[in-house]
Structures are given as structure tokens and as C-alpha cells.
């Protein structure tokens, strides 16, 4: 029996030691706020136990890990329909990059860059009633944690200083790859990126793809071929361009948010989130990647 609870309290008092955290991200200006010397890891085995250390419970804006949780809203809509406009190879590009997307015609090199992530919310906005509200409900359902909610502000910040993306969805748009109104699918990005939430709650959404597409009561929401596709995009892309990194050095499917969080997965095994605003300079937490890289070493536990 792994001593899940001792192996992560012992890697938080390991981080507590290290001076350079990284540089909070700041290109957001809402996000500039948070305090770098915040640290939080929460991990749930496959027999429900739970285990936590640091600051787990304090909520923090998921940002792009939120790109997985749409994916698996799409695809349980529409399907393998989905991959006719959206690729599923890594980028080897920052995140925000559009040379790609004008040399491939307007088709996103997959989901999980920012580009891919904007064909995925014109997905369910053509397909959901209210897909805001739809959304965000679909999240809370999956975690049965009712207070997950988006955070206007952060929402309002990323819509103010969000240029890229609005290049990246008129290009889209120029190769007729949405079918809703630029603002519309923005206005949506925006507020799915914006989702705040704790590493505990997180870590009971990501327990989905960890169990086979079956929520923690066991609610089936995703099949086993969608589930393994999904942890297949997050192994080769969750992490833009360090993705082979975080293979070589961690060895889990897994994705990143310039919030700081990181969420992580072995299947049938476990599944954990980390915590930390301070990134490295590919946007990926400092302190997130060590501590996930301690995790697996000192388990012994990857999919490798």
C-alpha cells in the first residue's frame, strides 16, 4: 500500500525550501494578483481515498485545464464528428501561436491549444440550449460540487486583453472553421477559461478519465474509447511545448493552465492536481512539475 498521504505532505515541505517559484502570469492582469508562494496538491486513488496537503482548498482560475473538460462535453455530444474540423497532433508551439493555423487551412493542430480549444466552444454552442449555463453545469455534475463557478472578473480581464485569441478566432472564421459569431465564441472561451475551483474539486473532475468515463458516483459520461483518446491529446499536448518534458520527466497524461494548476492521471490508479501561480517559461507551474515529477519517482507510478 502506497502512503499517498505521507509521499505528498513530504514533497510539500521539499517545495517550501525553493526561492525562484517562476513569474506569476501577468499578460492577464487578473491573474496577477495571486500569491506565488501558494502551493497545493490534492490526489484521489482509484478506491476513492483522498488525500491532501498545502493550500488544496483555495480556489484558483483553471485556465486552459478547462480546454479538457469542454473537449469531453463535445465529444460525448457530437462524437468522432468532431475530429473533421479539429486535429490531434501536437503543435511543438506555444499556445497562442497561429502559424500553424494558416498553413494547415484553418484546421487546429488539436483541441488543446487555444485555436483548437475555440473550435470546441462553436461545437457546443451550435449544439447546447444555454451553453454557458449547460456548461458550467456539466462541470458541476461531474465533481457534484455546486459551488464551482466562473469568475466574472477574470472572465472580463481575459476579454480586454485577449488579442490572440480574437486573431485566432477571425482566422478561423476567414476559413470557415465556426459557425457562430467570433464574439459569441469568445464570450464563451472566455468564461470556460475563467472556471475557478480548488485542487480538490479539480481532482474529482479529472477523476473521470482516470475511472473509465465513470464520475466518483459512478455516473458513466464518457466511454472508454473517448476517455482513452482524451488522455491520449493530454500526454501529447496537454503541455503545448514542453509536452515531451512532461512525458520524459513525470510520465502521465495530464494538462497545465496558466493559473498555475496542473491535473494529472494514471488510469485505474489515481489521479492528482497541483497548485502553484509561480510558471516556468514555457507557462507551465514551477513548483507544479516538480512536485508531480517527486510524485512519480517516489511511487514509482507512470505509464511508463
Excluded at 459520461?221 to 503545448?240: P, S
Excluded at 512525458?247 to 491535473?263: C, D, Q, R, T
Excluded at 507551474?285 to 508531480?292: D, E, Q, T
Aim: net charge neutral; proline share 4%; aromatic share 10%.
Amino acid at each position: 500500500m502506497i502512503d499517498f498521504q505521507g509521499i505528498i505532505e513530504d514533497i510539500t515541505r521539499n517545495l517550501k525550501s525553493i526561492e525562484d517559484r517562476g513569474t506569476v502570469a501577468s499578460y492577464i492582469p487578473e491573474l496577477a494578483i495571486a500569491n506565488k508562494y501558494k502551493f497545493g496538491i490534492h490526489l484521489i486513488d482509484s478506491q476513492n481515498n483522498s488525500y491532501s496537503a498545502g493550500d488544496a482548498e483555495e480556489a484558483f482560475s483553471i485556465q486552459s485545464i478547462s480546454k479538457v473538460l469542454s473537449l469531453a462535453q463535445a465529444m460525448g455530444v457530437v462524437g468522432n464528428k468532431l475530429w473533421e474540423r479539429v486535429s490531434v497532433e501536437p503543435s511543438g508551439d506555444p499556445f497562442n501561436h497561429l502559424s500553424l493555423l494558416e498553413m494547415e487551412n484553418g484546421i487546429p493542430r488539436n483541441p488543446l491549444i487555444n485555436a483548437g480549444a475555440l473550435v470546441v466552444c462553436d461545437v457546443l454552442i451550435s449544439q447546447l440550449k444555454n451553453p454557458k449555463e449547460d456548461f458550467l453545469s456539466f462541470v458541476r455534475n461531474i465533481a457534484n460540487e455546486p459551488t464551482i463557478h466562473y469568475d466574472e472578473k477574470v472572465a472580463l480581464s481575459e476579454k480586454r486583453t485577449g488579442f490572440k485569441n480574437y486573431a485566432a478566432a477571425y482566422l478561423l472564421k476567414s476559413y470557415g472553421n465556426l459557425e457562430n459569431d467570433v464574439d459569441t465564441v469568445l464570450d464563451f472561451y472566455f468564461h470556460q477559461c475563467s472556471l475557478a475551483m480548488s485542487c480538490k474539486q479539480l481532482a474529482k473532475l479529472f477523476y473521470l478519465f482516470m475511472n473509465r468515463g465513470k464520475c466518483l458516483r459512478e455516473k458513466q459520461y464518457l466511454n472508454i474509447n473517448q476517455v482513452k483518446r482524451i488522455n491520449a491529446l493530454m500526454l501529447t499536448c496537454g503541455f503545448y511545448d514542453e509536452a515531451g518534458e512532461f512525458a520524459f520527466e513525470v510520465g502521465l497524461p495530464g494538462k497545465s493552465g496558466v493559473g498555475g494548476g496542473i491535473a494529472a492521471l494514471l488510469p485505474d490508479k489515481f489521479c492528482v492536481v497541483t497548485w502553484s501561480p509561480g510558471l516556468n517559461p514555457k507557462g507551465n507551474s514551477k513548483l507544479g512539475m516538480l512536485a508531480l515529477e517527486q510524485l512519480t519517482t517516489r511511487t514509482g507510478l507512470s505509464i511508463f
